[in-house]
């Protein structure tokens, strides 16, 4: 098999290149790569051609088996500023650059309000906002060298319906979105661009155990225009769209699919 090489530069045609490079092959890292979301989203970027890297504290394994060669998996804490630079130029090393960072790694655990301990607050922060954070910071780098690049952050629908039992979780998701925005800012100059996705309740693991517990993955249909559970490949569209070639223009964005439950 004849490989194609990496581009270092950007497509021509301007910041969104046209389609002329619809079938370039990036380097993609995506936290959470172990289940869920990630694990689909580390699939359909491979299933395009990309290579990815995979970071989490859990075994991902399965992500691997069903990925194949194109997957390499790399444990690292996202709250940790030295195992995420570790984990970023393992990346590089392995596969020559980096140029698509998905920012997925996230937890939700419900919290009534009051019952909420400044440290479930702060762990919700690290997590959902430190991450992101030390990822894009470790990755940007290789992402300027490369003068292409795409941060997908995975926000949450609740940003725009700020559901009682989520505050924390809801506020963290909202720092995401304004994260997007001004770093969108910070590196337009270098052909990056960042966006965030704002998925509504979908069909995980984790969320059967927690927020789709007792009826709520029903209860949630119910409030959407489309009146479907959300699978995860129901955000693999949206994905691949924002990190394509020829989205260059689409910056600062922060883009809700969840069946129509809030609309902005
Ligand atoms: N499933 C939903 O309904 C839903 C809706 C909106 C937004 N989201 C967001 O999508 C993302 C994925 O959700 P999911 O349902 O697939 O959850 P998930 O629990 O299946 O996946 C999250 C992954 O992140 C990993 N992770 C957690 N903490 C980590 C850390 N400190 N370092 C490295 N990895 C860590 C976990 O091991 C797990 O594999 C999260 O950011 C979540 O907030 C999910």
Redo the contacts with the bound molecule.
Sequence with gaps: MTDTPFMSGPPSGGASGGTSGAGTRRVALV??A?????REFAVALAARGHRIAG????DMSGTGELVGDAFHPVR????DPEEVEAAVQETADRFGGLHIVVN?????PPLEFEDTALEDWRRIMR??LD?PFLVARAALPHLKAAGWGRIVN?A??VVFLGPPDLVAYTTSKAGLVGFTRALASAVGAHGITVNAIA????R????ART?GADGGFERVRDLQVVRAVAEPGDLVSTLLYVCGEGSGFLTGQTINVDGGSAMH
């Design positions: 936290t959470g172990a289940g869920g979301l990630g970071l989490d504290l859990a690292a804490d996202v709250t997925n790694a996230g937890i939700y997590v959902n991450g995975i949450s629908a998925p509504g309740l979908t995980t693991a984790t969320a927020t």
